[in-house]
């Protein structure tokens, strides 16, 4: 098992910026591949972004590009993701996810093998 614990979400307004950590347990997430999804209501997780162990490579969804930005710290065992210019369709339960992805499960949920609770963000226009 991998511990994930996301944290840093809440409410902001459209434009706003917010930046999410996700805090690993143990040394296998060093080892790991690491992504973000989000989940509206009623619907599945969609992929944001991801990134290798060792801090590449790094992939986006298309919508997110040029204002998202996904980061690690090995010293922390951590990931983070930076989001800028946030718009109203951000709000979503966010997650953290961890893994052996290759080929095109990177941006797919089932890439990933543990996952974290989840942190709400929501962005009111």
Known sequence: ???LVESGGG???AGDSLRLSCAASG??????AAG????T????RKFIAAIGYSGSPRYYEES?????TISRDINKNAIYLQM???????????????????GSSWYEAGGYNYWGQGTQVTVSS
Not at 36 to 39: I, V
Not at 41 to 44: D, I, K, N, S, W
């Open 64 to 68: 997110v590009k040029g204002r998202f």
């Open 84 to 102: 800028n210019s946030l718009k109203g369709d951000g709000t979503a339960v966010y997650y953290c996810a961890a893994g052996a992805p290759y």
């Open 11 to 13: 409410a902001v307004q």
């Open 27 to 32: 040394p296998t997430f060093l080892h790991l």
């Open 1 to 3: 098992q991998v511990p």
């Open 36 to 39: 973000w999804f989000r989940r």
């Open 41 to 44: 209501a009623g619907g599945e």
